[in-house]
């Protein structure tokens, strides 16, 4: 059961993290700064964050 906790929690962090440079990366676009090294590591983060989601679901472990 730890594991499948550890995975649980792994998966929130995940989502969380996705969604919080999504956020992050609009207000960017709000502002005109979507050129900026900020915006860009943002998105390099998220292609990672969804690359991990999509083996997830991949795998049948997420819809």
Known sequence: M???EAFEKM?????RQAD?????MD???????EK???YR???GNRLVLKTI???YR??????
């Open 11 to 15: 998966l929130d962090d995940i989502r």
């Open 41 to 43: 590591q943002y998105f």
């Open 36 to 38: 900026t090294a900020t």
């Open 2 to 4: 730890e594991r499948l």
């Open 27 to 33: 207000e960017l676009k709000a502002e005109g700064k």
């Open 58 to 63: 991949e795998y049948g472990l997420l819809d």
């Open 20 to 24: 919080l440079e999504k956020r992050k």
């Open 53 to 55: 989601l999509d083996k």
